[in-house]
């Protein structure tokens, strides 16, 4: 049936953007090397409105362990030190008046931990993202059920929904594990 067709490809998008959702969190989370992608969610005060710093500057790293960020207008270069300080990242940016340079200091032992626990409790949101995406999906084909749909569709269709659900939940634990040996790996 159309429909049923249409619920699981549907579904399995859904379950590809979560994956794709989990890869951009994981990027976030810095294991030690310098990536223009730490400093993605930080905003700068230009012209009276928060704008992204991506937008009023270039972000680039000039070696494994340093940040450069080179403002697009050079009176702004304040405004954006201002920011990144303020962005509660653990960073001290340096400031010459044209470029700001972030030193990515070593992780400690601690740290590392710490990294890999909110590494888990993303991966652990995106899991719980797929259920809700399975949930939903089931109650659409319970509702074509309703409507007249063969029973034993709506079954073969619940099963690859499951089918779906525990591939995607195995390939969000491999991410996981990769992303783990990244932050511990010294």
């Known amino acids: 049936m159309e429909e049923i067709e249409f619920y699981l490809q549907e579904t399995k998008e859904s379950m590809e953007k979560t994956l794709i959702h989990l890869g951009v969190e994981f990027s976030k989370i810095r294991a030690g090397k310098a990536s ?20 009023v500057a270039a972000v680039s790293t000039s070696d494994a362990r340093t940040l450069s960020v080179k403002p697009f207008e050079r009176k702004s270069i304040n405004e954006i030190d201002k920011a990144i300080r303020n962005a509660n990242l653990g960073l001290n940016p340096q400031n010459d008046g044209e470029i700001i340079r972030i030193n990515i200091p070593m992780l400690t032992e601690e740290r ?38 063969s029973e034993d569709m709506v079954k073969v269709a619940e099963e690859k929904v499951q089918k779906l659900t525990d591939s995607f939940s195995t390939k969000i634990e491999e991410v996981f594990a990769k992303k783990e040996v990244e932050i511990m790996t010294i």
């Open 36 to 55: 223009p992608v730490m400093l993605e969610g930080v905003l700068v005060e230009y012209y009276g409105s928060l704008t992204p710093l991506n937008q």
């Open 112 to 149: 590392r931990k710490d990294l890999v626990k909110q590494a888990k409790i993303e991966a652990e949101s995106a899991k719980v993202g797929l259920r809700n995406i399975r949930k939903d999906t089931n109650e659409s084909l319970k509702k074509l059920l309703k409507e007249g749909a």
